[in-house]
Nanobody, 122 residues
């Protein structure tokens, strides 16, 4: 009932910036929270950031605080992840997730995008 499509990934040098977008379609009225997760090869899916529908509540994992900013534009059903000062450790497939609750665990969310690759070269 909800479809999520990520875009904006690519190859960037360390210290550079990238902005990811998550476009939602379908029954978007059911979405309260949107989160970004990332997964590197051989590692578990990791919480990155989340935002509630009002945009007044945002959450970040410690490793990205001060570098990443999550925002949303409900008018166009899009959530953004602005990533600055990128590090090689940020290399991963980034996924957008949505659901009725906000949380740090992947199981909290009901809908997932296909992922977009972010590669940061050293």
């Amino acid at each position: 009932q909800v479809q999520l499509v990520e875009s904006g990934g690519g190859l960037v040098q360390a210290g550079g910036s990238l902005r990811l977008s998550c476009a939602a379609s379908g029954r978007t009225s059911s979405i309260y929270a949107v989160g970004w997760f990332r997964q590197a090869p051989g590692k578990e899916r990791e919480f990155v950031a989340a935002i509630t529908r009002s945009s007044t509540n945002t959450y970040y994992t410690d490793s990205v605080k001060g570098r990443f900013t999550i925002s949303r534009d409900n008018a166009v059903n899009t959530v953004y992840l602005q990533m600055n000062s990128l590090k090689p450790e940020d290399t991963a497939v980034y996924y957008c997730a949505a659901g009725r609750l906000v949380g740090w665990a992947p199981s909290t969310y009901d809908y997932w995008g296909q992922g977009t690759q972010v590669t940061v070269s050293s």
